[in-house]
């Protein structure tokens, strides 16, 4: 059996981290995976790091798209993507999450029946503002199977007509949902230990006997807007005379906050010893200092839910969240970039650590079920 891996993104590529482990150890005489990189992605410490540091293969290919517009962006992937396919003919096509080169992907594929697999299915946001909103639509309703990491997310599915009981053969007008755990679990718990052996993050920001938040932002809806941008590091100046924040800043906010965010902020940011700004960190780095810290503030999907799986009470800088489950079971608040309500939430997890966080996203093998069932529906192939 053949397939076709789109990765592009940062946490698309820390997933196929654990699809292509769970291949190695039990499928590789089975299953003969290509990885298609979109290049969406591209400074070493957003993409190359994750290859070098998860042991996922080098990309087969890998189409540099870069940083464009939404349109531009997907249409040069959608391209590169569907030329691959007619070369590659794989049985069935693997996609990840909700990004643009989701999309190319889910588009390029449909297109020419190559039938999709869905990792992360069914997860909503109710924002179509949200540009993954629409990505996550979109590519659902092009797939053969949804693998849904939560309950939620097979249930709204559900709400959108999906057939839940059926029977094969399975196709893109009768697609197969599963509910099935999260692949992000798997490898939080497969590379825990890894990380405090492999990295010495906590000790060279001296933070070994230091309680620190962690923080990261990325969404365009907080850093391309001045006033909501604005907010949040209002709050993080506050924090900073309480606990110490640690920022690894995306890229794009990188840029940004010298643009949105006025002199005086800047220097009360730049210059704050209770903030340490720093680059992106590898995911083995970023487990470690989940681990350590007090308590977690993002916008980020992948940080909001490792939050958990580290038992971390989590502030989410939006207004809704996808992973609803985190919000009712107490452990998540949503804040927005609301300057008071991070505030309060802060002063509500100081008061009321939680202690309690119920198994949601599955055993931490979901690549495995994810991997039987694939084989099932779709070996007609041998290698
Ligand atoms: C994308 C995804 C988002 C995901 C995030 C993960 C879409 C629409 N958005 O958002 O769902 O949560 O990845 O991190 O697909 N940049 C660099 N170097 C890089 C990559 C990006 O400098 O290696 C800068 C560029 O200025 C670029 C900006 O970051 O314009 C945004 O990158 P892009 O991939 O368009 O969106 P993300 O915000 O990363
Ligand atoms: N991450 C990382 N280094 C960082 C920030 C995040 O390795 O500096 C990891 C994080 O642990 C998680 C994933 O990247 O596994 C989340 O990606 P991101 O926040 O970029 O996107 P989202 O999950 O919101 O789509």
């Known amino acids: 059996m053949k397939l076709v891996t789109i990765i592009g993104a940062r946490p698309q590529i820390i997933k196929a981290a654990a699809l292509s482990r769970a291949i190695r150890n039990h499928y590789s005489d089975k299953i003969q995976e290509i990885i298609v990189h979109t290049g969406q992605h591209y400074d070493d410490n957003m993409s190359q790091v994750f290859f070098d540091e998860l042991q996922i293969p080098r990309p087969d290919y890998n189409l540099h798209v870069g940083s464009a517009s939404h349109g531009v962006q997907t249409a040069r992937m959608t391209e590169g993507i569907e030329a691959l396919l007619i070369k590659e003919q794989p049985d069935f096509i693997v996609l990840y ?66 057939p839940i009981d059926n029977e094969p053969p399975y196709t893109i007008d009768n697609p197969k949902v599963f509910h099935c755990g999260d692949i992000m679990y798997d490898n939080s718990l497969y590379f825990a230990n890894i990380a405090e052996e492999k990295t010495d993050i906590i000790q060279r920001l001296e933070l070994a006997d230091k309680p620190f938040i962690l923080a990261t932002i990325h969404r365009d809806s907080n850093t391309d807007h001045p006033e909501r941008l604005c907010a ?126 119920p198994e949601i996203f599955g055993d931490g093998h979901a690549a495995e079920f994810m991997l039987e069932r694939m084989l099932e529906i779709f070996s007609r192939k041998t290698l």
């Not at 995306?250 to 680059?279: A, C, D, M, W, Y």
């Not at 502030?315 to 992973?323: D, F, V, Y």
Request: a negative charge; charged letters at 20%.
């Open 97 to 162: 999450g909700d990004t643009n080169s989701t999309l190319a992907g889910a588009v390029a594929a449909a297109k020419i029946h190559v039938p999709i697999v869905h990792i992360e299915a069914g997860l909503r946001s109710f924002n179509k503002a949200m540009p993954e909103e629409i990505n996550r639509i979109v590519c659902d309703h092009c797939s053969t199977l949804l693998f849904s990491p939560t309950k939620a997310g097979f249930e709204n599915l559900k709400r959108e007509g999906f």
């Open 232 to 357: 949040i590091f209002k709050a993080f100046i506050r924090l900073s005379k309480d606990c110490h924040v640690v920022l690894p800043l995306h890229p794009r906010t990188s840029k940004l906050l010298k643009v949105n965010l006025n002199e005086e902020l800047q220097k009360q940011i730049f210059n704050n010893p209770g903030i340490s700004l720093i680059p992106p960190v590898s995911f083995l780095e970023m487990i470690a200092l989940e681990r350590h810290a007090q308590l977690v503030m993002t916008d980020s999907g992948g940080v909001q839910k490792e939050a958990y799986f580290f038992q971390k009470p989590c502030i989410i800088l939006r207004p809704e969240t996808e992973w609803v489950e985190i919000v009712q079971t107490g452990n998540a608040i949503l804040a927005d970039a609301d300057e008071n309500h991070i505030m309060e939430a802060w002063q509500h997890f100081k008061d009321n650590p939680p202690t309690a966080f």
